[in-house]
């Protein structure tokens, strides 16, 4: 789908490059979620994240997520995008 990106990389991540994706002139506004690796989690010090997928199964399932948003919600375009292998904190 042409209103769809769906990426999974072992390189940082774009914020951009999705801003860019989701732009769209006939929208009043651009909605963004950027997680980061944050340094302590439950009380317990974070020194780094591993993320590791199964990618065709993670690019099947984050499609599902992107299209039921599309049809749910007054959206025009949606990018999700995930980084994969160790992220250190303020990785995004």
Do not use: W
């Not at 940082?12 to 690796?37: E, H, K, M, R, Y």
């Amino acid at each position: 789908m042409h209103n769809i990106s769906i990426h999974i990389t072992k390189q940082p991540l774009d914020v951009t490059l999705c801003q860019d994706f989701v732009n769209d002139p006939s929208c009043g506004a651009i909605a963004l979620f950027v997680g980061t690796v944050r340094n302590a989690t439950q009380n317990k010090q974070v020194k780094r994240l591993e993320f590791s997928a199964y990618e065709p199964m993670a690019v099947k399932e984050m499609s599902k997520i992107a299209k039921k948003a599309l049809k749910k919600f007054d959206i025009h375009r949606i990018a999700i995008h995930h980084a994969v292998g160790t992220l250190d904190i303020g990785a995004v």
